[in-house]
């Protein structure tokens, strides 16, 4: 995973993994954002047809193993599921090789759409955050002010019966050469069930780590459908603030099952294995999917790769899982 040539895109994203650091006063060995997570393992199983539309091995192969990290989105370790903030990660690592050097992710959180379009506007907001000037930014941007109102989401019963969005725009190149843009979204097989506020505050503090060890623990994998929302004629594949009609054509690219908790048959413990890994929004490893000139791509992965060295090489203490969370 290498940091791009484009010195501008390096140091706005050095910018920001420090700007968000100090916002959330996270320690080195977590993450900035997304600080309370759990490893967990899967698989993914490709549907007939994903193969004419992408020549990617994981359509072609009849499974792939995944490693997922399900995670709450700022960046403090014990941050509660009941309280006013519903959103959530959902990080997925299509493992393509023996030795998992080789590998192709999908990272997803459960909004629709994006707060802004650039990193530079990313900034703007923690910036606003860490100076108590946050209605100051809403006003500027009305993008942000309308995304904050509406869009926020609401807490998830479970995160079986939560959705996932990729925000970003992807290509696919299928073996004829013919290209087409597509948003990814993963929809739980049990259906999208939320709480009201109201109601997720009266649940336990990490309710959803709960029930997600729960439900692996007593033979309960968790199974979602991969769609790929295809983009049509005009629709913007360069703004994430800009969602498409829901009326577009949405593609069954295969199914994701959850089942097992990372464990320490898995070579490394399960804090030191979270610590390690970092997720790259970039598909750089696999043919047949690409990423489209949304320019949040780019300046992410140089932030996940700087982050990510941040947390490997700070901090003799390895990382909690969300499950073993005391308070
Ligand atoms: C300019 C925009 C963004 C910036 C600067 C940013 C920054 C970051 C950083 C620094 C991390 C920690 C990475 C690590 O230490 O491994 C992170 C994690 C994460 N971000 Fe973003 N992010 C942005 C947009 C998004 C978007 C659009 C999504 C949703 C699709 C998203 C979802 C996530 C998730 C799920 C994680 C946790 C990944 C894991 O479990 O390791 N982020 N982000």
């Known amino acids: 995973m290498p940091l791009p040539d484009n010195k501008q895109v390096v140091k706005l994203s050095e910018e920001l993994v420090s700007t968000i650091r100090d916002t959330f006063k996270t320690p080195d060995n977590y993450r900035p954002v997304h600080a309370k997570g759990q490893l967990v393992k ?24 995944l490693i997922l990290r399900y995670s709450t ?31 192709f992710d999908i990272i997803t959180n459960n909004g629709f759409g994006f707060i802004t379009g650039t990193g530079e506007g990313f900034l703007e907001q923690f910036q606003a955050i860490k100076t108590n ?6 006003e500027k941007y009305p993008h942000a002010k309308h995304f904050t109102e509406n ?12 959705i996932w969005h990729s925000v970003n725009a992807f290509k696919f190149v299928n073996a004829e050469g013919a290209e087409r843009f597509f948003r990814w979204r993963i929809v739980p097989w049990q259906g999208v069930m939320k709480y009201s506020t109201a109601d997720a505050q009266k649940q336990s ?5 709960d029930d997600l060890q729960w439900r692996l623990t007593h033979n309960r994998p968790i199974k979602y459908r991969l769609l790929a929302q295809l983009a049509e004629e005009g629709d913007p594949t360069n703004d994430s603030t800009k969602t ?18 990372w464990n320490m048959d898995d070579g490394n413990p399960a804090g030191e294995a979270q610590k390690r890994i970092i997720y790259d929004p970039v598909p750089r490893q696999i043919e047949g999917i690409e990423a489209s000139d949304d320019p949040l791509i780019e300046v992410r992965a140089a932030a996940y790769l700087i982050s990510g060295k941040i947390r490997r090489d700070h ?3 390895i990382v909690e899982q969300a499950t073993d969370l005391k308070e």
């Open 244 to 261: 498409w009609p829901e009326t577009n054509e949405f593609v069954e690219m295969g199914e994701i099952v959850v089942d097992q908790l």
């Open 151 to 162: 869009h926020s989401p609401s807490h998830a019963i479970s995160f079986a019966t939560e």
């Open 205 to 209: 503090k990490h309710f959803h780590f």
């Open 73 to 103: 989105s700022p960046g403090i370790k014990n941050f509660p599921d009941n309280g006013e903030d519903g959103s959530r990660g959902f990080a997925l690592r299509f493992v393509l090789s023996e030795d998992g050097h080789r590998h």
């Open 133 to 138: 000037t946050f209605d100051k930014y809403l």
């Open 315 to 317: 901090g003799d203490e």
């Open 42 to 65: 899967g698989s993914f199983t490709p549907s007939k047809d994903a193969s004419k539309i992408s020549k990617a091995e994981i359509f072609s192969k009849p499974s792939t193993p």
